[in-house]
């Protein structure tokens, strides 16, 4: 046999080795596909990803949970979801997701379970549910502590932990605000006011633009687009010249790149404002100026356009997750006013027993509010109560203080899970030099809504959970 024929059948024969491998391994795998869809079809759908943010669903309204599947599903129903603790949910289900968005905050430190009962491929087949847990960190606040022998700090707190940590130190910070990933304070340099943006990541800190030399105050953030906002009063304004409370807002993220915040223009002219709030979740904002008008700005729209409510004598706050905001009308009282339709409702009252005199009223995502009352003997105020009152009125006491305390702010946490409490001693307690004063020595208290139990008591006030500063 020649070379070339005995080349030839040793090549005959690798090819057909070559092609039993190929065809064996094609075998298993069409064994194994055959086995996974088998095990697909006789188990049903399972998670193969879930995608959550525990930290961010503790601050603000609106976080998700998506739970994927190996499987394209045919339709989720909400009455198949579960969410255990009982909370407020929505779902969005398209294909092999199924999302779950909570239109609240969530509490911390808290232990969730959302599950999808009855889960079904899109072709039919067994069903399954598809379930995920995952537990929120504990709750955690920044509270400004004034020092008037040295540096003031904004400090870092979690319930339930150890030691402050210091966040920001100034000589003289007046006033502070805070989203998840900026800080911004007002700070008293010499005869100088100055407002100080730091990146809640890097500790990186840039000076925000200012009109010019003047005074900062009503300090807020929005969480939405991550904005800041302040009223500005030229330094050397007079009657006949200068701004004096004309707003202006800006990006937190754009005071690193020297972008100067915007004075708020209605119908032309910068009003002078005496009290405002962001709009939570929109792009708005409210306004009351010193005439009484009450006003819906977008700050987003260049034509300037606003709504118009009429006249109030405050704006008591906007509720977190609802474009519902808290109002003292002239002849109403206190009333709920609904910003996407104008429509309004009387604040229920709440009898406490007694001669009684309210101090504070914020509203609640769920309607209710959080009040202060403060007992009057001879017409005198003496202790104060802080309640949660219903949409219906009734009242359920969280705190008191005791005698020779002021009450100096209420507050709640973003899903109202807990209240803070910020109160001082009466006798002995003398006023800080700032531009906004309080008495030097406050104490903060958390209180546990639900039971009305004391959890922590700080040094400090002006809590990252209020919309604004105490004054």
């Known amino acids: 046999m020649s070379t070339d024929s005995r080349r030839a059948h040793r090549t005959g024969a690798m090819r057909r080795r070559y092609a039993r491998t190929v065809g064996v391994v094609l075998a298993f795998f069409v064994v194994i596909g055959g086995a996974a869809a088998a095990v697909s079809i006789t188990q049903g759908p399972r998670v193969t990803d879930v995608q959550a943010d525990p930290a961010a669903a503790t601050g603000a309204s609106g976080s998700r949970v998506i739970l994927t599947a190996n499987q394209s599903l045919g339709e989720i129903g909400e009455d198949q979801v579960t969410v255990e603790p009982e909370t407020e949910f929505t779902v969005d289900a398209a294909g092999r997701t199924v ?64 030691d402050a940590t210091p966040v920001f130190t100034a000589e003289n910070i007046d006033d502070f605000r805070a989203t998840s990933a900026y800080l911004v304070a007002s700070i008293v340099d010499e005869e100088t006011m100055r407002v100080i943006v730091v990146d809640r990541a890097s500790g990186e800190q840039a000076d925000a633009a200012l009109p010019g030399p003047g005074t900062v105050l009503g300090l807020q953030v929005s969480e939405r687009g991550q904005l800041y906002g302040f009223t500005f009063t030229d330094q050397d304004v007079s009657a006949e010249s200068g701004r004096k409370n004309v707003l202006f807002t800006g990006s937190l993220a754009g005071a690193f790149d020297h972008a100067e915040p915007d004075p708020v223009v209605v119908g032309g002219e910068e009003p002078s404002i005496d009290r ?120 359920r006491e969280v705190a008191s203080t005791s005698d020779g305390e002021a009450l100096q702010q209420v507050c709640a946490s973003p899903s109202v899970q807990y209240i803070a409490v910020a109160v001082s001693p009466i006798a002995g307690n003398a006023y800080g030099g700032q531009v906004q004063t309080l008495p030097q020595e406050i104490e903060t208290r958390i209180y546990d809504a639900d039971t009305g139990d004391l959890v922590e008591a700080w040094p400090g006030f002006d809590i990252s959970w209020c919309e604004v500063g105490p004054w």
């Open 99 to 162: 999302g779950v968005r909570f239109p609240i905050a969530l509490d911390a430190g808290t232990k969730y379970t959302v599950t999808v009962a009855g889960a079904q491929g899109i072709g039919g087949g067994p069903e399954a549910n598809l379930s995920t847990t995952f537990t929120t960190p504990p709750a955690g606040v920044l509270a400004l502590e004034r020092d008037p022998d040295g540096d003031d700090r904004i400090v870092s707190r979690t319930i339930g932990g150890s």
């Open 276 to 395: 405002w709030r962001f709009v939570p979740e929109k792009s708005s904002l409210l306004l009351n100026d010193f005439s009484g008008d009450l006003t819906l700005v977008d700050r987003t729209d260049p034509e300037g356009e606003v709504s118009s409510f009429g006249t109030a004598l405050s704006i008591e706050g906007v509720a977190r997750s609802t474009y519902t905001a808290l109002i003292d009308r002239i002849e109403e009282g206190f009333v709920e006013l609904d910003l996407a339709t104008g429509e309004q409702q009387v604040v229920s009252t709440a009898d406490l027993g007694g001669e009684r005199l309210l101090g504070h009223m914020i509203p609640l995502a769920d309607g209710g509010t959080l009040r202060s009352y403060a007992l009057l003997e001879e017409g005198i105020p003496t202790t104060s109560d802080v309640v949660i009152v219903d949409p219906e009125g009734e009242a």
